[in-house]
């Protein structure tokens, strides 16, 4: 299996494909199966790079708090000893948001992004309910928000099949280690943009889910509208992990941006 020994953290990854390199970064408890959907149709013509970052997957997961910088920096660090710099970036959800600290703290690295299911900062019912879930799972293990995370996730009416769709997720998420779930939650709360957007000049892609319970498409496209560089676009019959409910959409729109980078 590849790992990244990176003095302080091993981080687990996936390539596929050739080409331009693209690093994908997941959703809060997601890793390199996020983006099994797309990864065929997209390794046709570019380099895919999958990371579980710390706390995730087959990642290591280290006891005590995190924050947003630890998890950038290890994210700069693999980047830098695996010589795969400047790149396009692709986050989803908590991706998103470790993609925009990435670009705001290392520019050059940054080629464009794609951001889907992104926020300009931390709505405060967004820190009342994932707090909430930090605590549950913390005290009680993952199983105790499962249900509730994966049925908001994937609404009826999404582009796939909802049931496949809900069981698939909900075992991916139960495998997640409750504790480390719960200092990435936490980290994620923390993170402020401070008026840092309108810093971020390169190409950039918002991407909203028209039934994401979580960031709305109107919080999308405020991101959008921080950002000198992007545009915004919302998908139909999408959740708030668009690469997991309504994966052709998805990787179609992710396909053109890309392809409009090499123009």
Same mark, same amino acid.
């Given at each position: ?19 331009? #390199? ?10 390199t ?29 280290p ?41 705001? !703290?290392?520019?050059?690295t ?17 820190k009342?309910?994932?707090? !909430? ?13 499962? !249900? ?102 998805? #990787? ?11 123009v």
């Amino acid at each position: 299996m590849p790992f990244t020994e990176l003095g302080n953290i091993s981080l687990y990854f996936e390539e596929h494909g050739a080409g331009p #390199t693209v690093l994908f970064l997941p959703e809060l408890g997601g890793s390199t199966r996020t983006w099994r959907h797309v990864v065929g149709p997209l390794s046709q013509n570019y380099h895919l790079v999958l990371p579980d970052i710390r706390g995730t997957g087959l990642s290591e997961k280290p006891l005590g708090a995190y924050s947003m910088d630890v998890i950038v920096d290890d994210i700069l660090r693999f980047i830098k000893l695996r010589e795969l710099g400047p790149l396009h970036l692709i986050g989803c959800a908590m991706g998103s948001i470790v993609s925009l600290e990435l670009a705001l !703290q290392s520019p050059e690295t940054v080629r464009s992004l794609v951001l889907c299911s992104v926020s300009p900062d931390i709505p405060e019912r967004t820190k009342v309910y994932a707090g !909430q879930r930090a605590r549950d799972v913390r005290e009680r293990g993952m199983r105790a928000v499962s !249900q509730t995370s994966t049925v908001n996730s994937f609404p009826v009416g999404t582009e796939v099949p909802v049931e496949q769709a809900r069981r698939e997720y909900e075992a991916n998420f139960l495998a997640n280690d409750p504790i480390a779930y719960a200092a990435l939650t936490e980290a994620l709360l923390a993170w402020e943009n401070r008026g840092r957007l309108a810093d971020i000049r390169c190409p950039c892609l918002c991407l909203a889910g028209d039934k994401d319970f979580m960031w709305e498409p109107a919080t999308v496209e405020a991101t959008a509208q921080h950002l000198p560089g992007a545009t915004f676009e919302c998908i139909e019959n999408a959740g708030h992990f668009p690469p997991l409910s309504a994966p052709k959409s998805f #990787t179609n729109r992710v396909r053109s941006f890309l392809d409009s980078m090499a123009v």
